[in-house]
């Protein structure tokens, strides 16, 4: 006999593949969407098949977007000549809440990182170099995390971007070191675009 019904142990063991979720947290969300009336499951359930045939990889930046251009790649407002490296689009989002940046984004999509075979070619670093051989970069604002391989990352795309007509900046201080950069507070990451110095 199933104390569980067995419709309800799958949503549970669905919400366990997300990050930070364990059988308790699953257990509890699984339970939240039974009490609620069905409507709302099923446009739970919607928004879930949407998501991989409505958003796509911006074809110039790679974030995650309805558009391809992506909005801020599409916006006559921005500047095109400062180009700020993220890992991840978590954190162009951060820096977007900051209002404090005006240029557009590269998303890596990851970092180096050897041990898990994670080298250049596993992330956006040919992209990035194409783009700023294309000419319109001026800048690279490299805002990758200040973790172990945050750092490595910065220090390979340093060397590659100096052999380039480029300036490259980074972050300035102010992110604590080992921080992902998603978790400083919107005034620290402003703060840190704003005073950002050039990369050696
Ligand atoms: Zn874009």
């Known amino acids: 006999m199933h104390v569980v019904p067995p419709a309800l142990e ?3 063991e669905s919400f366990m593949q997300l990050p930070g979720i364990g059988k308790k947290t699953a257990t509890r969300l ?4 039974l009490r609620k009336p069905a409507e709302n499951s099923r446009q739970f359930a919607e928004s879930l098949l949407n998501l991989h045939s409505s958003i796509q990889l911006c074809s110039c930046c790679f974030t995650f977007s309805e558009n391809d251009p992506c909005t801020i790649c599409a916006a006559a407002n921005r500047n095109s000549e400062l180009v700020c490296v993220v890992e991840e689009p978590g954190d162009l989002l951060a820096i977007e809440k900051t209002s404090s940046y005006r240029g557009h984004y590269h998303v890596l999509h990851g970092v180096l990182s050897p041990i898990d075979g994670i080298g250049p070619a596993e992330i956006k670093v040919r992209e990035l170099v194409a783009r700023v051989q294309n000419g ?13 391989p ?4 910065a220090s390979y795309l340093i060397d590659v971007l100096n052999k380039l007509p480029v300036k490259v900046t980074r972050l300035a201080c102010g992110i604590p070191m080992g921080m992902d950069i998603k978790y400083a507070d919107k005034y620290t990451l402003a703060k840190a675009i704003e005073a950002r110095s050039t990369a050696k």
Request: hydrophobic share 50%; glycine share 4%.
């Open 10 to 12: 799958r949503l549970i």
């Open 136 to 148: 319109t970069v001026k800048e690279v604002l490299i805002a990758t995390s200040s973790t172990v």
């Open 30 to 33: 699984a339970l939240n969407l």
């Open 150 to 153: 945050g750092e490595a990352t």
